[in-house]
């Protein structure tokens, strides 16, 4: 059974870290390319941050970069999100995605609010 859990959201001030985890299993995770998105409140789901391998080069949305930090360790099968100097902008529900075709993967998200 495929599972990709994700933990870390919760409540921070702005300009404070969180360290999302999405912690995989029944698939092949060092295979797949993994990603995370979010989705604000009433708006559609992007695209955050992707890494096609342990020791690539990551990708991010222009709105995070500088700020956000994805990583993997594909011994634990899970994928990070280090997210530094957040703003109340970055308040979403994030996912996490494994995609290797055709199959693509989500979990159920984690809630981040970034409030005062």
């Known amino acids: 059974q495929v599972q990709l859990v994700e933990s870390g959201g919760g409540l921070v001030q702005p300009g404070g870290s969180l360290r999302l985890s999405c912690a995989a299993s029944?698939?092949?995770?060092?295979?797949?390319?993994m990603s995370w998105y979010r989705q604000a409140s009433g708006k559609e789901r992007e695209f955050v941050a992707v890494l096609l391998s342990a020791d690539g080069e990551p990708t991010y949305a222009d709105s995070v970069k500088g700020r956000f930090t994805i990583s993997r360790d594909n011994t634990k099968k899970t994928l990070y999100l280090q997210m530094n100097s957040l703003k109340p902008e970055d308040t979403a529900v994030y996912f996490c995605?494994?995609?290797?075709?055709?199959?693509?993967?989500w979990g159920q998200g984690t809630q981040v609010t970034v409030s005062s």
């Open positions: 029944g698939f092949t995770f060092s295979s797949y390319v």
């Open positions: 995605k494994a995609v290797s075709w055709p199959n693509n993967y």
